[in-house]
């Protein structure tokens, strides 16, 4: 009891930039040592073991659903908005993942041309990857299709959406996990994907649900959070 208590005062003691200050350096560690030590090896063995694997293939494919549910969502809460009719609770939870879903899409398409990671795999336009050539590594600003492997941006959808619900309906989270790493366990099994690319785009994904959440309750709106609708 002494240790969760004490564990909730530190919490508390840190703002919120901080404790995500703290989350980034711990994650950008995260990335370093999957990099040096983890993805390679991950990568040859999906290649030797589930290479051609459908199953794997198939599990990438849910969040492919998420962007045309996105628009859907923000068209049809927009004209109930222009009628003047107030959203729901879960209304707005819906809005926020359409929201979080669209904003972490736009930056992991700008932080894939800033870090220019080559892919496991050789997927298209004949590009260079792990398994084919050999190629590894980083190259900033490179441009083209064969150099956007990090982050990922299937993990970086699914988070996004997950991470409103994580916070909004947080009786869930359980599920929430599973369909996080159903989805990460297909693109690591089908050489989608190195493991620190997901690790990446799971961390903006949850980054952009998190301050899509304190943006619209900052602004009076209908709480959604748990922790503001209990005050």
């Given amino acids: 009891m002494e240790r969760r208590g004490s564990g909730r005062i530190i919490r508390m003691s840190l703002n919120r930039p901080t404790r995500w200050a703290i989350a980034l350096v711990l994650i950008a560690l995260a990335v370093a040592i999957s990099y040096q030590w983890l993805d390679r090896p991950i990568a040859y063995f999906a ?17 492919e659903f998420f962007a045309p549910l996105a628009v859907l969502a923000f068209l049809v809460l927009g004209l109930r908005a222009l009628v003047e009719k107030p959203l729901t609770r879960l209304e ?7 929201l979080s879903l669209v904003v972490a899409s736009a ?12 892919w496991p795999e050789t997927w298209v336009r004949d590009n260079p990857s792990l ?22 941006g299937h993990t970086t959808a699914v988070v996004a959406v997950v991470s409103v619900l994580w916070i909004c309906y947080p009786r869930f989270r359980v ?7 159903v989805v990460v366990i297909g693109l690591i099994g089908a050489d989608f994907h190195f493991l620190s690319d997901c690790i990446a785009g799971a961390f903006l994904g949850a980054s952009t649900g998190w301050v899509v959440v304190t943006l619209w309750e900052s602004g009076g709106r209908v709480p959604v959070s748990t922790e503001r609708m209990s005050r």
Avoid: M, W
Wanted: aromatic letters at 16%.
């Fill in 107 to 118: 930056i992991k398409n700008q932080l894939k041309l800033v870090f220019g990671r080559t």
């Fill in 131 to 152: 398994i084919r050539d050999g190629a590894y590594g980083f190259h900033p600003f490179h441009g083209g299709a064969g150099f956007e492997s990090f982050p990922s």
């Fill in 175 to 181: 599920l929430y996990a599973l369909f996080v790493a």
């Fill in 47 to 63: 290649h030797a073991h589930f290479h051609n694997e459908p199953l794997f293939t198939r599990l990438t494919l849910i969040p």
């Fill in 92 to 98: 707005a939870v819906t809005l926020l993942c359409a």
